[in-house]
């Protein structure tokens, strides 16, 4: 059964960090293409960064509005997803899911009938 479960979330100032975590279970999330989403309140969900492992060599690719702030990565003995955030701005503010591929690559993908397996989402609150 593939299960994704975030934490990390929090409250901080405009300017601060903080590191998302998603342990995945059930399947490998090196063979799949990882990706991290944010809804904010009355918006519609949004994709914020993706990440595979295609023939040993890792690629991301991130939305223009987190690019040089955000950084996503995995650690594959633990079979989790992280998202690093700096500099973080009140326009961060949602909640932020974590989703799993059915495929290996991301190349393209970033919407969200892209991705089969979700979180349940951990809240990332940014104050000014």
């Not at 495929?103 to 990332?124: A, E, K, P």
Request: charged share 15%; hydrophobic share 35%.
């Amino acid at each position: 059964q593939v299960q994704l479960v975030e934490s990390g979330g929090g409250s901080v100032q405009a300017g601060g960090s903080l590191r998302l975590s998603c342990a995945a279970s059930g399947f490998a999330a090196r063979s799949s293409c990882m990706a991290w989403f944010r809804q904010a309140p009355g918006d519609e969900r949004e994709w914020v960064a993706t990440i595979d492992i295609i023939a040993y060599i890792t690629s991301t690719r991130y939305a223009d509005s987190v690019k040089g702030r955000f950084t996503i990565s995995q650690d594959n003995a633990k079979n989790t997803l992280y998202l690093d955030m700096n500099n973080l701005k009140p326009g961060d503010t949602a909640m932020y899911y974590c989703a799993a591929a059915r495929w290996s690559s991301c190349s393209g993908r970033r919407s969200q009938s892209d991705f089969s397996y979700w979180g349940q989402g951990t809240q990332v609150t940014v104050s000014s």
